[in-house]
């Protein structure tokens, strides 16, 4: 299985995606024009990568401000590790954030989805 990489712009977040490590980072702003074009690989990906998961997998978000369109498809990659939390692997969630506004709306997903959340205050690029 391939990973999958894109470098944040200034409206898209930087996309790593690494199947033999079973690391998931989302990093910088999320406020695309198009969400579905953003995060339909990473849907796909992680699709694939569920077919034969890491013991462990772990998501490091890191994404500092995102739009209504944005926050659809962050549930639905919280709910495919849902899945493979519910089929006995370990999922972890490291949540950054750098103000109180993100770290409210991290406290609504972990209260949607039954995974693991760890949130870290961060300094956010």
Known sequence: ?????????????????NSSTGTIELYGRSIPENAM?????????LDEYSVQPKETTTLNFKIEFFNTS??????????KLEELHRQNFEVKVNWFY???DILDLAEDYKELVKIPFAFHEAVLK
């Open 70 to 79: 944005s926050s659809k498809f962050i549930l639905q990659i919280l709910k």
């Open 37 to 45: 074009n953003v995060y339909k690989p990473v849907l796909n990906w």
């Open 1 to 17: 299985m391939e990973d999958l990489f894109y470098e944040a712009t200034h409206s898209t977040p930087g996309i790593a995606l």
């Open 98 to 100: 750098n103000d109180e």
